[in-house]
């Protein structure tokens, strides 16, 4: 039973484009909802987190979208390069029990130049 | 400061046998994390640690065992090896109880079981 679900699996964009990753969880115990980046041959990396009291946080080209009622968020890079090409992980995750993540299952995000 | 290690990068086993994966991080963080990474699976949680000495559960501890008996260091013990454990294997560590803490992982250990 995957508690955070991601759509898509996969995505290719052309250079200057938006990339958007859609997840959606069901435990509304959840507190705090980090996005990572991975690149191939490496671990996960922070890129972006958001509160749920918040409905968008914004870091450069990336944003959080965050809707509660709907138990739904999503990650938006705008002006999508090359270099974004990477795997993206939303994650979710409630202090009382031990910080531990919960991934969704990863897209991976290609940008065509 | 080198942040997350782990030990070694790449290992194949035989079903049956046993190894145990090391985790260091030297930033001084209370909490602990081993994950493996399947495709299309995300990570999965399969032990993680609140401070030396202790461990608890994840999501997937079948096969699987941990010791914390320094701070800076995480093992996890595969008794006897099945292919159902070939995956990637990171570590994690993260200050502590905060939400905003963010997880800092190691670069991962490829694992094959033929």
């Known amino acids: 039973q995957q508690q955070v679900k991601q759509s898509p699996q996969s995505l290719i964009v052309q250079k200057g484009g938006i990339s958007i990753i859609n997840c959606a969880y069901e435990n509304t115990a959840f507190d705090y909802f980090p996005w990572y980046q991975q690149f191939p041959g490496k671990g996960p990396a922070l890129l972006i987190a958001i509160r749920p009291d918040v409905s968008e946080k914004k870091e450069g080209r990336f944003t959080i979208s965050f809707n509660k009622s709907a138990k739904q968020f999503s990650l938006h890079i705008m002006d999508s390069q090359p270099g974004d090409s990477a795997t993206y992980f939303c994650?979710?995750?409630?202090?009382?029990?031990?910080?531990?993540?919960?991934f969704g299952g990863g897209t991976r995000v290609l940008v065509k130049p | 400061n080198a942040g997350v290690t782990q030990t070694p990068k790449f290992r194949v086993l035989k079903t049956g046998q046993s190894m145990t994966l090391l985790c260091a991080q030297d930033?001084?963080?209370?909490?602990m994390y081993w994950y493996r990474q399947d495709p299309g699976m995300g990570l999965r949680l399969i032990h993680y640690?609140?401070?030396?000495?202790?461990?608890a559960k994840g999501e997937v501890p079948d096969g699987y065992n941990v010791s914390r008996l320094k701070k800076q260091n995480f093992l996890l013990g595969l008794e006897s090896a099945a292919p159902s454990q070939t995956s990637v294997y990171f570590c994690?560590?993260?200050?502590?109880?905060?939400?905003?803490?963010?997880?800092?992982f190691g670069p991962g250990t490829r694992l094959t079981v033929t």
């Open positions: 994690a560590s993260t200050p502590g109880l905060a939400p905003e803490g963010e997880q800092y």
């Open positions: 640690s609140v401070g030396e000495g202790t461990t």
């Open positions: 994650a979710a995750k409630f202090e009382a029990a031990g910080n531990k993540l919960t």
């Open positions: 930033m001084n963080h209370e909490y």
